[in-house]
């Protein structure tokens, strides 16, 4: 998340606790700035989407051939590197539309998570019901973002120290363990699962419990700057 995607309103304060935010604070000016001057924001953004699709195909297409999973790997690099660069290109270039730039990175973000979940649930490392589970919970965490910051006026991206950065990172090395040792399928009350499906039911009930904490911690801040009032 970089200049353009913030939210338009100035007042609004912007938290990012991510693990790489400090690598990636570094990095993204430094490629951006070695962009040539024909590819704008909108290229990066139009990549980043084209490699959530390319992800979503390698995960489906590894139900052939394992080897579909390094594809899926070289995407999620790619697809980091349209997704953080756009707004960053636009911030170094002093050409920010914050407003266009903040619906198009939310829109497309939901694309590519809905995308790559989807695609990992149509894969044979994952079931569909957790993948949909990951994407339904992350929009549902990301819908709660959006009204933060418009109640609150603060735009708080992180739950916790893991974004989509670090997410990516993770994919990356379950899809490597993957190919080298392969699915690892075991039985769990009659349900065959793999590793990819332990990390994401997991993963979707960390973020169910994050959720409901932030949730709450909104409700008595608002409550606070919005006592009951009592009828007359």
Same mark, same amino acid.
């Given at each position: 998340?970089?200049?353009?995607?913030?939210?338009?309103? &100035?007042?609004?304060?912007?938290?990012?606790?991510? @693990? =790489?935010? $400090?690598?990636?604070?570094?990095?993204?000016? #430094?490629?951006?700035? %070695? !962009?040539?001057?024909?590819?704008?924001?909108?290229? *990066?953004?139009?990549?980043?989407?084209?490699?959530?699709?390319?992800?979503?195909?390698?995960?489906?297409?590894?139900?052939?051939?394992?080897?579909?999973?390094? $594809?899926?790997?070289?995407? !999620?690099?790619?697809?980091?590197?349209?997704?953080?660069?756009?707004?960053?290109?636009?911030?170094?270039?002093?050409?920010?539309?914050? #407003?266009?730039?903040?619906?198009?990175?939310?829109?497309?973000?939901?694309?590519?998570?809905? &995308?790559?979940?989807?695609?990992?649930? @149509?894969?044979?490392?994952?079931?569909?019901?957790?993948?949909? %589970?990951?994407?339904?919970?992350?929009?549902?965490?990301?819908? +709660?973002?959006? @009204?933060?910051?418009?109640?609150?006026?603060?735009? #708080? *991206?992180?739950?916790?120290? =893991?974004?989509?950065?670090?997410?990516?990172?993770?994919?990356?090395?379950?899809?490597?363990? &993957?190919?080298? @040792?392969?699915?690892?399928?075991?039985?769990?009350?009659?349900?065959?699962?793999?590793?990819?499906?332990?990390? $994401? &039911?997991?993963?979707? *009930?960390?973020?169910?419990?994050?959720?409901?904490?932030?949730?709450?911690? +909104?409700? #008595?801040?608002? %409550?606070? *700057?919005?006592?009951?009032?009592?009828?007359?």
């Amino acid at each position: 998340m970089t200049d353009e995607e913030r939210p338009p309103d &100035a007042q609004h304060e912007r938290t990012t606790p991510f @693990l =790489l935010a $400090g690598f990636e604070r570094r990095v993204l000016p #430094r490629l951006a700035g %070695a !962009l040539p001057a024909w590819v704008v924001p909108d290229h *990066l953004t139009a990549l980043g989407l084209l490699s959530s699709t390319w992800i979503a195909v390698a995960y489906i297409l590894s139900n052939r051939n394992p080897a579909w999973l390094w $594809g899926a790997s070289l995407g !999620l690099v790619v697809q980091w590197y349209g997704d953080s660069l756009d707004g960053t290109l636009a911030r170094v270039r002093k050409i920010e539309r914050p #407003r266009y730039g903040y619906y198009l990175d939310h829109i497309t973000d939901a694309y590519s998570t809905a &995308a790559i979940g989807i695609g990992l649930g @149509l894969s044979p490392y994952m079931l569909l019901s957790i993948g949909l %589970a990951v994407v339904i919970i992350y929009l549902i965490m990301s819908i +709660n973002v959006y @009204l933060e910051t418009y109640v609150l006026g603060e735009f #708080r *991206l992180g739950y916790a120290v =893991l974004g989509p950065t670090e997410a990516r990172v993770v994919l990356i090395a379950i899809n490597t363990v &993957a190919i080298v @040792l392969g699915p690892m399928r075991f039985d769990i009350a009659g349900v065959s699962l793999t590793l990819f499906d332990i990390f $994401g &039911a997991v993963g979707v *009930l960390a973020m169910f419990v994050l959720l409901l904490i932030r949730v709450g911690g +909104n409700l #008595r801040a608002l %409550a606070r *700057l919005e006592p009951p009032r009592r009828s007359a």
